[in-house]
């Protein structure tokens, strides 16, 4: 097969960030998706629905001319969101769902939540209006190794949570791990996950082996190929769970070449080129659309798109680098390599 046609597929999980940097952001993303679920981790976070708004009209603003784009709005949880916030959602058009940050767990989280049992009020609400919850599932005690965090999460924090709020809607975002896949299989259909392009093509020797590569450092930092090989399993299965988040978060080069370098993989302006190599070496590329197009949007209650895009098996290559604010550069995950399939 050479040429696929696709419905036009969302992104559940993106970082545009604010400001100058949605000059960058937002043409990229808008160039590859109709939706993207737009994380609310900004400084300071957005954490109303007023807030919400506001923010997607700074991102539609950048939106290039004769580009249908859909931002979706997601509020960040904190140990103060109220009840009253929950309903607000229900009745916004742009506002899809809140994201659950651990205090601590990854960029710009120190505003998330100390102990989940603090928001188990506004769980409850989530549950009675089927409003999804978004989570980083990593447990963040120092003491825990970095390569064990998403796995304690399933066991300590969210087992209970299911237990006790078994309708809740649960996306457990950019899964790392074999664990964290075969927990997701054990529940019922009411939780989902997303899988980054960087997690179905790498694992940590990519990122370790002959000198640190800190392009491929992202949290939950990537792990071993056994793991990655379930996710790839998982991600081809046609099983509607799992579905596409890129988790395409920008850093300036400065920050990520650094002594004590940033966590976040951009690559937004190639994602589908990505997936359908990590699709295609795994022989399954006709079970992407339902990945990318289709299953996100049927877990999230919203109509799958109409339109269509078309890859085609020719060389693509990433760029090196991007412009990004005044006077910085962004390098995208595997900038300057060739990847076998190009959107048209
Ligand atoms: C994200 C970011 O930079 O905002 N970084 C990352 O490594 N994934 C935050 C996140 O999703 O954890
Ligand atoms: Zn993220």
Same mark, same amino acid.
Not at 231 to 243: C, D, H, I, Q, Y
């Given at each position: 097969?050479?040429?696929?046609?696709?419905t036009?597929?969302?992104?559940?999980h993106?970082?545009?960030r604010?400001?100058?940097a949605?000059?960058?952001t937002v043409?990229?993303?808008?160039?590859?998706?109709?939706?993207?679920?737009?994380m609310p981790?900004?400084v300071?976070?957005v954490?109303?629905?007023?807030?919400?708004i506001?923010?997607r009209?700074r991102?539609?603003?950048?939106?290039?001319?004769?580009?249908?784009?859909?931002?979706?709005?997601?509020?960040?949880?904190?140990?103060h969101t109220?009840?009253d916030?929950?309903?607000?959602?229900?009745?916004?058009?742009?506002?899809?769902a809140?994201?659950?940050y651990?205090?601590?767990?990854?960029t710009n989280?120190?505003?998330?939540v100390?102990?989940? =049992?603090n928001?188990y009020?506004?769980? @409850?609400? $989530? /549950?009675?209006?089927q409003?999804?919850?978004?989570?980083?599932?990593e !447990?963040?005690?120092?003491h825990?190794?970095?390569?064990? =965090?998403?796995?304690r999460?399933?066991? @300590?924090? $969210? /087992?209970?949570?299911?237990q006790?709020?078994p309708d809740l809607?649960? !996306?457990?975002?950019?899964?790392t791990?074999?664990?964290?896949?075969?927990?997701?299989?054990?529940?019922s259909?009411?939780?989902?996950?997303?899988?980054?392009p960087?997690h179905?093509?790498?694992?940590?020797?990519d990122?370790l082996?002959?000198g640190?590569?800190?392009h491929?450092y992202c949290?939950p930092?990537l792990?071993r190929?056994?793991h990655?090989?379930?996710?790839l399993?998982?991600?081809?299965?046609?099983?509607?769970?799992?579905?596409?988040?890129t988790?395409s978060?920008?850093?300036?080069q400065?920050?990520k070449?650094?002594?004590c370098?940033?966590?976040g993989c951009?690559?937004?302006?190639?994602?589908?080129?990505?997936?359908?190599?990590a699709f295609?070496?795994?022989?399954?590329?006709e079970?992407?659309?339902?990945?990318?197009s289709?299953?996100g949007?049927?877990?999230?209650g919203?109509?799958?798109?109409?339109?269509?895009?078309?890859?085609?098996?020719?060389?693509?290559?990433?760029?090196?680098?991007?412009?990004?604010?005044e006077?910085?550069?962004?390098?995208?995950?595997?900038?300057?390599?060739t990847?076998q399939?190009?959107?048209v």
């Amino acid at each position: 097969m050479n040429t696929i046609t696709l419905t036009q597929p969302d992104d559940w999980h993106a970082h545009l960030r604010d400001g100058k940097a949605l000059e960058r952001t937002v043409p990229d993303l808008s160039s590859q998706f109709h939706r993207a679920i737009c994380m609310p981790n900004l400084v300071p976070p957005v954490k109303t629905v007023e807030e919400a708004i506001a923010y997607r009209k700074r991102i539609m603003a950048h939106v290039p001319e004769g580009v249908a784009f859909d931002p979706r709005m997601v509020l960040y949880l904190t140990d103060h969101t109220s009840t009253d916030e929950i309903q607000k959602i229900k009745q916004s058009e742009h506002v899809n769902a809140v994201k659950l940050y651990p205090a601590g767990a990854t960029t710009n989280s120190a505003n998330g939540v100390s102990d989940i =049992r603090n928001v188990y009020a506004v769980l @409850e609400q $989530l /549950q009675k209006h089927q409003v999804p919850l978004l989570l980083h599932g990593e !447990v963040t005690h120092s003491h825990i190794d970095i390569f064990d =965090r998403e796995k304690r999460f399933l066991d @300590e924090v $969210l /087992q209970p949570v299911i237990q006790q709020f078994p309708d809740l809607k649960i !996306v457990l975002e950019h899964i790392t791990t074999a664990d964290a896949a075969q927990f997701v299989l054990a529940q019922s259909d009411k939780v989902a996950a997303t899988i980054t392009p960087q997690h179905l093509l790498f694992n940590r020797n990519d990122m370790l082996v002959g000198g640190i590569k800190p392009h491929f450092y992202c949290l939950p930092i990537l792990k071993r190929q056994s793991h990655q090989a379930t996710l790839l399993e998982v991600a081809t299965s046609g099983n509607p769970k799992f579905f596409l988040g890129t988790d395409s978060a920008p850093h300036a080069q400065d920050a990520k070449e650094n002594a004590c370098g940033c966590a976040g993989c951009y690559s937004a302006f190639t994602a589908i080129e990505l997936y359908a190599q990590a699709f295609d070496q795994a022989g399954k590329i006709e079970r992407l659309e339902g990945f990318a197009s289709h299953f996100g949007a049927d877990f999230y209650g919203l109509p799958r798109n109409t339109q269509q895009i078309t890859l085609v098996k020719e060389d693509c290559i990433v760029p090196d680098s991007f412009n990004y604010l005044e006077d910085q550069k962004i390098i995208p995950l595997l900038a300057g390599k060739t990847l076998q399939w190009r959107k048209v």
